[in-house]
């Protein structure tokens, strides 16, 4: 018998009220099956309510530039110190090829983020170099849409400069980026910040440059890293940052909004052994994560209205599945994706359009190819 409490939250969500940070807290507690299957059930019917049945995907390709960073996240297996094994920093020109190949096999996005390399600079300054990467790809391919550089970079170049972040983000803004990546937010918790990435920006940080950054008119977007040592309250504090913001934006008639909410679960295979031991396993719990997926669409409301599972981390039989638990949207085809794969992820790192697709069909959904603003690629 499912509980009047849980019931309660429930019908509250489905007629359209902002859940409670404890209402959320309890909802990611539930341990019983038929409670379990009752959230998921009402995420996928706000899901159906909000943006209908159609699936979305993007055809994009990620750059990571460099994987040199100055920094030494608990949970990261992708940076490098100069003159490690494996490190590596792409020059102009593979950067150009890269994205060459990218629009031949009909990208409409290019994905951009890299270490914090201190090396990265023109005439010892950082923005510059920077700008000559967007004007890199926007030089020959103007049409491509630029999501780059998340919080963390905006910050970097800011305090390497010694430049506001309104500077830094107009400067990219005007060379060419269309929109930021919300990676670096991992869980808006400062608590848990200080145990798995102490060196990077904090949650306030990451707030003021993602608030910045919209009311310049550049869309965001917006990720949770889970599953590692992070509690429910804390998921709950994460995803109540996002909603106050984003109500904050659109109350406010910001240009710019969050277009969407991912969520990453922590794959620790070749992670640093110090985390790893931690959280005690290398692959994400797909329970775990489903259930999670559920909350997050039930707690975001009316708010954020796109939801992306990682297929990257769950495979694409998981990323199927969370379609059935809130999500809209697969996510794009990356073309080679780094970061996770170096941390062992068994997703892989290219996935076809046919692909996506078909794991579309299978479920009984339609799919479309979207922009990474989310309207549709005309053909
Ligand atoms: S997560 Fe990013 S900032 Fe942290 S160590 Fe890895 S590359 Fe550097």
Not at 39 to 47: A, P, S, Y
Not at 96 to 116: P, S, Y
């Amino acid at each position: 018998m499912l509980t009047k409490t849980l019931e309660s939250i429930l019908d509250d969500a489905l007629a359209g009220k902002d859940i409670t940070s404890e209402d959320g807290v309890f909802l990611l507690k539930e341990t019983h099956p038929e409670a379990i299957a009752a959230i998921r059930e009402t995420g996928d019917r706000l899901r159906q309510r909000q943006v209908g049945e159609t699936v979305t995907y993007v055809v994009n390709r990620n750059i990571n530039f460099t994987n040199i960073c100055e920094q030494h996240c608990n949970f990261c297996a992708f940076r490098r110190d100069v003159g490690d094994e494996g490190a590596y920093w792409l020059d102009w020109e593979q950067i150009l090829e890269k994205t060459t190949d990218a629009v031949k096999r009909g990208a409409t996005e290019i994905c951009m983020q890299g270490g914090l390399n201190l090396e990265a600079k023109i005439e010892g300054k950082s923005l510059p170099y920077y700008l000559r990467l967007v004007e890199t790809i926007k030089s020959e391919f103007p049409q491509i849409h630029l999501h780059a550089f998340s919080p963390q970079e905006v910050q970097f170049i800011a305090r390497e400069d010694n430049l506001s972040y309104a500077t830094v983000i107009e400067a990219l803004q005007a060379a060419g980026v269309n929109s930021l990546p919300g990676t670096a937010a991992e869980i808006l918790c400062d608590r848990i910040r200080r145990i798995i990435c102490p060196e990077k920006i904090d949650t306030k940080t990451w707030l003021e440059i993602v608030e910045t950054a919209q009311k310049l008119g550049m869309y965001t977007t917006s990720t949770m890293l889970s599953g590692h040592i992070e509690k429910p309250e804390q998921q709950i504090i994460h995803l109540e940052h996002l909603r106050n913001l984003q109500q904050k934006a659109i109350n406010n008639n910001y240009p710019a909004k969050f277009t969407e909410f991912v969520l990453l679960p922590f794959v620790g295979q070749f992670a640093p052994p110090n985390l790893r031991r931690r959280v005690g396993r290398d692959q994400p719990n797909l329970e775990a994560t489903l259930q999670l997926t559920a909350v997050a669409r039930i707690y975001l409301g009316n708010w954020i209205i796109n939801h992306q599972p990682s297929w990257v981390k769950l495979g694409l039989k998981g990323e199927q599945e969370a379609l059935k638990w809130g999500c809209n949207d697969l996510g794009g085809t990356l073309m080679e994706e780094h970061i996770t794969t170096m941390a062992g992820a068994k997703g892989g790192t290219n996935m076809t359009v046919e692909s996506l697709q078909q794991a579309i069909i299978a479920g009984d959904r339609p799919y479309r190819e979207r922009t990474t603003l989310y309207s549709s690629v005309c053909s």
